[in-house]
């Protein structure tokens, strides 16, 4: 219900000078944190490699005619699509997906069942859910990878119960890497469904069942609907890390699950790096996500409308 | 013939707590039937049973015959307005409509018209495609009503559909519910805390207080012949006295009123002693012929009204409402004025 807003009244006036140096600090942290980094790192895609690391300041398209383009071990064949590229990034959309689809498989009834929990509790729920942040994620994933190796707990246990003969070979699978993006992304997905669930008006519940909803009718006519801006906050959240993540990859997966965020850092690493390389990757890197969250931001508005 | 709603013996318990007390109550078909208490009564309670959105803890509610208490909500083919409303904000106005009989299956084209039909009934024909948001809490307050009606409930339920208005509103929106009501011929059960609501729109009315019904009975019955103090005390304005009861017999009591005189009365009580006298403050006149007398403290001017507020002999508090007609001459503060008290006037009360 947008009203007409307050009239600006003489204070106002005398206000309207200090704005600009109070917004300062955060120009300055916008500035500093983001534009100067990406920037830094949209110029680095267009430089030339030198041996050892590092860049010669030399402007050329080599990078991304690197990633998008072969001609032949040698270069001396007609110009072709180059497959390996693509084909990491299709890999590692599938897998983000992947992992956010669980992380909402699973995040959706936990965030449910905390928001319907009495207040007092609800607290509690949240504080458990977040205190797995508190342990740095290369030691999560490490833990991880010693729960589940042939000879952790996970497979000794199973096979003390005798539910198996031997060892299940998790580790470097794909399997394992989406327990790591699950593991370390879910709460990213519980928490803005909380917020969405919390708010949730039960009494929409309550006549949908009046007007001869079953269950799963009000579910999905009714309660996926309402809270869907925080099921779409959640999604993004995982997905977006999922994609460029390189921590699960790396230490729970194989070559056979090598994604994004491993080839960036693998070009920055030694002398077997190559920093334009990974400039424009993590430029195209970041120009796909730019796309999908404008496309999120320009469906909602029109939705809101 | 079978009763529309029938209720058995309802009792409503939360743990130790006892909502409801095994409540009786015959709702016939085609009855705008009030339920009407104060906040905490068992109304809105006793309403979400019919609902199905609260558990019977033991009895039989029965709609045409049929005993519904343990079905769920959505297999009852009653509906509700709900207090807020409870529009579904991510549907437009007609799409809210047509959503019960969507979900009763009914095909596209058919729900279209008929929620078609039921905005054009509550006058929103022009609002079917904005949002719920978008519209006054008048206007959502009649969408709450179309949808509620539009799959042709065997009976409506209110549950203080108008509490949210203004009152303007308000007072418009009962003549035309009661006009729906009867346009519609659907049984309309109504909750409300608000006695004018109730006495203005209803069939009949069921006066509720802790978890019980106190009364049942037209606007009239419960306004001219309240059954105990209760009900007097909630339904409109009354004096209450406490007299001494010197005889009762067919209905009828022997009573001396504080000043000495006698009074005989209709009476809902059996027992002598002391018990409460009702008189309703605008069947008094001022008169020499009085029943009691009194000492005029205050004069408070209503527009149709006078309300004086004066003091018994005895010192109890005293209230009477006399029309402001030309020819009566307004008490001046200090008077001493004798009541005479019309025909019906006062009615004994059980406690």
Same mark, same amino acid.
């Given at each position: 219900?947008?009203?007409?807003?307050?009239?600006?009244?003489?204070?106002? @006036?005398?206000?309207?000078?200090?704005?600009?140096?109070?917004?300062?600090?955060?120009?300055?942290?916008?500035?500093?944190?983001?534009?100067?980094?990406? @920037?830094?790192?949209?110029?680095?895609?267009?430089?030339?490699?030198?041996?050892?690391? *590092?860049?010669?300041?030399?402007?050329?398209?080599?990078?991304?005619?690197?990633?998008?383009?072969?001609?032949?071990?040698?270069?001396?064949?007609?110009?072709?699509?180059?497959?390996?590229?693509?084909?990491?990034?299709?890999?590692?959309?599938?897998?983000?997906?992947?992992?956010? *689809?669980?992380?909402?498989?699973?995040?959706?009834?936990?965030?449910?069942?905390?928001?319907?929990?009495?207040?007092?509790?609800?607290?509690?729920?949240?504080?458990?859910?977040?205190?797995?942040?508190?342990?740095?994620?290369?030691?999560?994933?490490?833990?991880?990878?010693?729960?589940?190796?042939?000879?952790?707990?996970?497979?000794?246990?199973?096979?003390?119960?005798?539910?198996?003969?031997?060892?299940?070979?998790?580790?470097?699978?794909?399997?394992?890497?989406?327990?790591?993006?699950?593991?370390?992304?879910?709460?990213?997905?519980?928490?803005?469904?909380?917020?969405?669930?919390?708010?949730?008006?039960?009494?929409?519940?309550?006549?949908?069942?009046?007007?001869?909803?079953?269950?799963?009718?009000?579910?999905?006519?009714?309660?996926?609907?309402?809270?869907?801006?925080?099921?779409?906050?959640?999604?993004?959240?995982?997905?977006?890390?999922?994609? *460029?993540?390189?921590?699960?990859?790396?230490?729970?997966?194989?070559?056979?699950?090598?994604?994004?965020?491993?080839?960036?850092?693998?070009?920055?690493?030694?002398?077997?790096?190559?920093?334009?390389?990974?400039?424009?990757?993590?430029?195209?890197?970041?120009?796909?996500?730019?796309?999908?969250?404008?496309?999120?931001?320009?469906?909602? *508005?029109?939705?809101?409308? | !013939?079978?009763?529309?709603?029938?209720?058995?013996?309802?009792?409503?318990?939360?743990?130790?707590?006892?909502?409801?007390?095994?409540?009786?109550?015959?709702?016939?078909?085609?009855?705008?039937?009030?339920?009407?208490?104060?906040?905490?009564?068992?109304?809105?309670?006793?309403?979400? !049973?019919?609902?199905?959105?609260?558990?019977? &803890?033991?009895?039989?509610?029965?709609?045409?015959?049929?005993?519904?208490?343990?079905?769920?909500?959505?297999?009852?083919?009653?509906? &509700?307005?709900?207090?807020?409303?409870?529009?579904?904000?991510?549907?437009?106005?007609?799409?809210?409509?047509?959503?019960?009989?969507?979900?009763?299956?009914?095909?596209?084209?058919?729900?279209?018209?008929?929620?078609?039909?039921?905005?054009? !009934?509550?006058?929103?024909?022009?609002?079917?495609?904005?949002?719920?948001?978008?519209?006054?809490?008048?206007?959502?307050?009649?969408?709450?009503?179309?949808?509620?009606?539009?799959?042709?409930?065997?009976?409506?339920?209110?549950?203080?559909?108008?509490?949210?208005?203004?009152?303007?509103?308000?007072?418009?929106?009962?003549?035309?519910?009661?006009?729906?009501?009867?346009?519609?011929?659907?049984?309309?059960?109504?909750?409300?805390?608000?006695?004018?609501?109730?006495?203005?729109?209803?069939?009949?009315?069921?006066? !509720?207080?802790?978890?019980?019904?106190?009364?049942?009975? &037209?606007? +009239?019955?419960?306004?001219?012949? $309240?059954?105990? +103090?209760?009900?007097?005390?909630?339904?409109?304005?009354?004096?209450?006295?406490?007299?001494?009861?010197?005889?009762?017999?067919?209905?009828?009591?022997?009573?001396?009123?504080?000043?000495?005189?006698?009074?005989?009365?209709?009476?809902?009580?059996?027992?002598?002693?002391?018990?409460?006298?009702?008189?309703?403050?605008?069947?008094?006149?001022?008169?020499?012929?009085?029943?009691?007398?009194?000492?005029?403290?205050?004069?408070?001017?209503?527009?149709?009204?006078?309300?004086?507020?004066?003091?018994?002999?005895?010192? &109890? =508090?005293?209230?009477?409402?006399?029309?402001?007609?030309?020819?009566?001459?307004? $008490?001046? =503060?200090?008077?001493?004025?004798?009541?005479?008290?019309?025909?019906?006037?006062?009615?004994?009360?059980?406690?």
């Amino acid at each position: 219900m947008a009203g007409p807003g307050p009239s600006r009244g003489p204070a106002d @006036a005398a206000y309207a000078g200090l704005v600009r140096p109070l917004l300062l600090p955060t120009w300055v942290v916008i500035g500093i944190l983001m534009v100067v980094p990406v @920037a830094l790192m949209a110029v680095y895609s267009f430089l030339t490699k030198e041996f050892r690391g *590092g860049v010669e300041w030399d402007f050329t398209l080599a990078a991304y005619d690197q990633f998008f383009v072969t001609r032949g071990l040698f270069g001396d064949e007609p110009a072709q699509i180059e497959w390996t590229y693509i084909t990491i990034f299709a890999r590692s959309i599938w897998q983000a997906a992947l992992a956010t *689809g669980l992380c909402l498989l699973i995040g959706f009834p936990t965030a449910w069942f905390i928001a319907t929990r009495p207040a007092r509790t609800r607290g509690v729920w949240l504080f458990l859910i977040t205190i797995p942040y508190w342990v740095n994620l290369l030691i999560r994933t490490v833990s991880l990878k010693f729960l589940i190796r042939e000879t952790g707990p996970l497979n000794e246990s199973l096979m003390a119960i005798g539910l198996i003969d031997s060892p299940l070979p998790l580790v470097n699978t794909n399997l394992a890497v989406q327990l790591g993006l699950f593991y370390s992304y879910l709460p990213f997905m519980v928490l803005p469904i909380y917020a969405a669930v919390e708010r949730y008006n039960f009494a929409l519940s309550e006549a949908a069942a009046d007007l001869y909803a079953s269950r799963w009718a009000t579910l999905r006519e009714i309660v996926l609907p309402v809270v869907r801006p925080g099921i779409v906050a959640g999604m993004i959240l995982v997905f977006v890390p999922s994609l *460029g993540a390189f921590l699960a990859p790396d230490l729970l997966g194989g070559a056979k699950t090598f994604m994004i965020g491993s080839l960036i850092d693998e070009q920055f690493k030694g002398s077997q790096g190559n920093w334009p390389f990974g400039a424009a990757v993590s430029m195209i890197l970041m120009s796909m996500v730019m796309v999908v969250l404008l496309a999120y931001a320009r469906a909602q *508005g029109r939705a809101g409308r | !013939m079978t009763a529309a709603v029938e209720i058995r013996r309802a009792v409503k318990r939360y743990g130790s707590v006892t909502a409801l007390h095994r409540v009786d109550l015959s709702i016939a078909d085609n009855e705008f039937f009030t339920l009407l208490g104060p906040s905490g009564c068992g109304k809105t309670t006793l309403l979400r !049973m019919i609902a199905g959105f609260e558990d019977v &803890t033991e009895g039989e509610i029965r709609l045409f015959g049929d005993d519904i208490a343990r079905l769920e909500p959505n297999h009852r083919p009653v509906n &509700t307005v709900f207090q807020h409303y409870a529009l579904f904000p991510h549907m437009s106005v007609i799409d809210n409509v047509a959503f019960g009989l969507k979900m009763k299956g009914v095909d596209a084209a058919t729900r279209r018209d008929r929620a078609g039909r039921m905005l054009e !009934m509550v006058h929103l024909s022009a609002f079917a495609d904005r949002s719920p948001a978008q519209l006054s809490g008048g206007q959502q307050q009649r969408v709450a009503l179309a949808r509620a009606l539009a799959p042709d409930p065997k009976v409506l339920l209110l549950d203080e559909p108008l509490s949210a208005l203004d009152l303007k509103l308000r007072q418009a929106m009962r003549v035309e519910l009661k006009q729906l009501q009867e346009d519609t011929g659907i049984t309309f059960i109504f909750v409300t805390h608000d006695q004018e609501e109730a006495l203005t729109m209803s069939d009949r009315i069921a006066v !509720m207080s802790e978890g019980r019904v106190q009364q049942v009975g &037209t606007a +009239r019955d419960i306004y001219e012949a $309240p059954v105990n +103090r209760f009900v007097a005390d909630f339904i409109g304005e009354t004096n209450l006295l406490e007299v001494e009861v010197e005889a009762v017999a067919g209905g009828v009591a022997t009573v001396a009123l504080p000043g000495g005189h006698r009074l005989t009365c209709p009476s809902a009580t059996s027992a002598t002693g002391r018990h409460h006298l009702s008189i309703r403050p605008e069947r008094l006149t001022l008169s020499q012929d009085a029943d009691l007398t009194a000492t005029v403290e205050r004069v408070v001017y209503l527009g149709t009204d006078l309300q004086v507020i004066a003091r018994l002999d005895g010192g &109890t =508090p005293f209230t009477l409402r006399l029309q402001n007609a030309a020819r009566v001459a307004a $008490p001046e =503060p200090g008077a001493r004025v004798g009541l005479h008290l019309e025909e019906g006037a006062a009615r004994l009360l059980a406690d």
